[in-house]
């Protein structure tokens, strides 16, 4: 127990706990997939990916499966879902990622990361990884372009200042919850209030569980118009700063540099609730965008957007249960046959 919060630690399957305050959780993750060796498939996302469907299944588990029956035990497919990711999250996990070879990645992108509801504050919902970005050049041509980011982003620096603070949290375990204990006990880091600074911003809150239970209940809250109208119907994309889009633009330059076998896709949507909010011009332009960043690179790119009609394959707008995950991932293999061959057909 922490301040009152009980805590796991590590990567058991997926991120456990809470990581946000665990800046070691993507650590844990790779320490985790060099410890089964084989061929590794990382599926980077946000809760969709991370997981809500009954008993605990995954899609990064239903792909296993099959890559396993198709190519061999060898490989394995590491959930790299962080529960409210954003794009800049994604983006810092795929750097992370790309340094250790994978076999292939898979990238997960959804409607709602590039929303001024959700991106305009709060651009990393997981802090400690904008170090991870902060010695990209192009980071630091723009970032002073992101002014309502709560909490600011870090300024440019090299990466060994990131790599030494990574080691002193290796070193020692209670450095790993620093924020969240500096957070509830000082207000902030503790000598610079002491020396006057005001209280620091409160991390953000918990997201929501959208976790359900084995009867695959619906998310009740989430279905509720006044609940997540606000969020989608914020207007263009290209309207405000919007960080999604330039970390959007990052990831697949990264992609096309990295030369690794890769996929990309846009997430479905439950256009049988959403109804009116997810149609019309603004919605098809937003969609443009995302297409227009992600279309004609050595990846592959699909949008799923309207894959998947029924209702019944979702919790909310966009979590899935088991059934819709086990639907988008046959697709996933049926639209990328021949690039899991290259990646995964032989031994690497």
Do not use: C
């Not at 962080?82 to 070879?101: F, N």
């Not at 802090?127 to 372009?145: C, I, K, M, Q």
């Not at 029924?310 to 293999?333: E, N, P, W, Y």
């Amino acid at each position: 127990m922490l301040l009152g919060l009980q805590y796991e630690i590590g990567y058991n399957g997926r991120f456990s706990g809470d990581p946000r305050y665990d800046p070691l959780s993507v650590d844990d993750m790779i320490a985790a997939a060099n410890s089964v060796g084989g061929r590794k498939v990382f599926w980077i996302g946000d809760s969709i990916i991370w997981g809500n469907g009954a008993f605990n299944i995954t899609s990064p588990q239903l792909l296993e499966i099959e890559l396993q029956a198709r190519y061999g035990k060898d490989v394995h497919v590491f959930n790299a879902g962080l529960p409210a990711a954003r794009t800049a999250d994604k983006y810092a996990m795929l750097l992370e990622i790309l340094a250790t070879h994978p076999a292939m990645v898979i990238f997960e992108l959804k409607y709602n990361e590039f929303t001024r509801a959700q991106v305009d504050a709060v651009v990393f919902r997981y802090p400690y990884l904008n170090d991870v970005v902060s010695n990209d050049p192009e980071y630091a041509a723009h970032y002073r372009d992101f002014i309502n980011a709560t909490p600011p982003l870090t300024p440019p620096r090299p990466a060994t200042d990131a790599d030494a603070e990574r080691a002193a949290e290796r070193a020692f375990s209670v450095v790993r919850f620093r924020g969240l204990i500096d957070a509830g006990l000082f207000g902030g880091e503790p000598f610079s209030r002491l020396s006057g600074a005001p209280v620091g911003v409160p991390p953000p809150p918990r997201p929501p569980s959208t976790r359900r239970g084995p009867d695959e209940a619906p998310n009740a809250p989430a279905r509720l118009p006044e609940n997540y109208r606000p969020s989608y119907l914020t207007g263009r994309f290209d309207s405000f700063p919007n960080a999604g889009l330039f970390f959007a633009e990052r990831v697949a330059a990264t992609l096309d540099a990295a030369g690794v076998p890769a996929i990309t896709y846009f997430s479905a949507l439950n256009h049988e609730l959403l109804q009116d909010v997810a149609q019309g011009p603004t919605f098809d332009a937003n969609v443009a965008m995302i297409d227009a960043i992600f279309s004609g690179h050595k990846f592959s790119y699909r949008n799923y957007h309207a894959l998947l009609p029924s209702d019944d394959l979702f919790f909310d707008t966009q979590h899935l249960k088991a059934l819709g995950d086990l639907a988008m991932v046959r697709q996933i293999l049926a639209d990328n046959g021949p690039l899991f061959d290259i990646a995964l057909g032989s031994d690497r």
